[in-house]
T-cell receptor, first 117, second 118 residues
Framework: AQKITQTQPGMFVQEKEAVTLDCTYD???????LFWYKQPSSGEMIFLIY??????QNATEGRYSLNFQKARKSANLVISASQLGDSAMYFC??????????????FGAGTRLAVHP | DTGVSQDPRHKITKRGQNVTFRCDPI?????LYWYRQTLGQGPEFLTY????????KSRLLSDRFSAERPKGSFSTLEIQRTEQGDSAMYLC????????????????FGPGTRLTVL
């Protein structure tokens, strides 16, 4: 069974600085996808970035990048140049991947990020 | 806006009452998921539809819960005889086999329905 571990219940960062949110995963699947979502206080889950298990390059989307270390089974999210609007809960999730049929997401417990001015 | 929509956004009910939530997915998405999120936790998978077919149900989905997607478009989630333990955020997500993220089946979520059972 897949399991996602986010060991940082809360993090804070100064505005304009970079921050890394940790995520480790445990899966026996050969093909899988890793996702990060942002959940502001309004409740909506906002997709940020995706990394496939066979992708050799780390994924990047604007200020978001995913530090993928397959051997360590880690998929840390890096947010560069933090903004006040980045304050939210961040969830790491894994799925069965492209060859596994549909994608039931397994989520971690989340990390609450606070950006200070 | 053509994102996932959910209705209602908030529902307060008394224990023992039935409630029904609606989810309208992104129009071209044939896959639809329901998740439940309790306070301080990540979302947990409840059920999955591909078009109108319900292909998987979690053990979390007791016999008081039923979900439908009759025409392969919108979906409803009904909870019968609600209990206080049903209080949670109910999230709907949709996807298509080949999404925007390099072919990944990325799920896009709606704003959720927050249920409070008194």
């Amino acid at each position: 069974a897949q399991k996602i571990t986010q060991t940082q219940p809360g993090m804070f960062v100064q505005e304009k600085e970079a921050v890394t949110l940790d995520c480790t995963y445990d899966t026996s699947d050969q093909s899988y996808g890793l996702f990060w979502y942002k959940q502001p206080s309004s409740g909506e889950m906002i997709f940020l970035i995706y990394q496939g298990s066979y992708d050799e390059q780390n994924a990047t989307e604007g200020r978001y990048s995913l530090n993928f270390q397959k051997a360590r089974k880690s998929a840390n999210l890096v947010i560069s140049a933090s903004q006040l609007g980045d304050s939210a809960m961040y969830f790491c999730a894994a799925d069965r991947g492209r060859s596994g049929g549909y994608n039931k997401l397994i989520f971690g417990a989340g990390t609450r990020l606070a950006v200070h001015p | 806006d053509t994102g996932v929509s959910q209705d209602p956004r908030h529902k307060i009910t008394k224990r023992g009452q039935n409630v029904t939530f609606r989810c309208d997915p992104i129009s071209e998405h044939n896959r639809l998921y329901w998740y439940r999120q309790t306070l301080g936790q990540g979302p947990e998978f409840l059920t999955y539809f591909q078009n109108e077919a319900q292909l998987e149900k979690s053990r979390l989905l007791s016999d008081r819960f039923s979900a439908e997607r009759p025409k392969g478009s919108f979906s409803t989630l009904e909870i019968q005889r609600t209990e206080q333990g049903d209080s949670a955020m109910y999230l709907c997500a949709s996807s298509t086999r080949w999404g925007a993220s390099g072919g990944a089946d990325t799920q896009y979520f709606g704003p959720g329905t927050r249920l409070t059972v008194l």
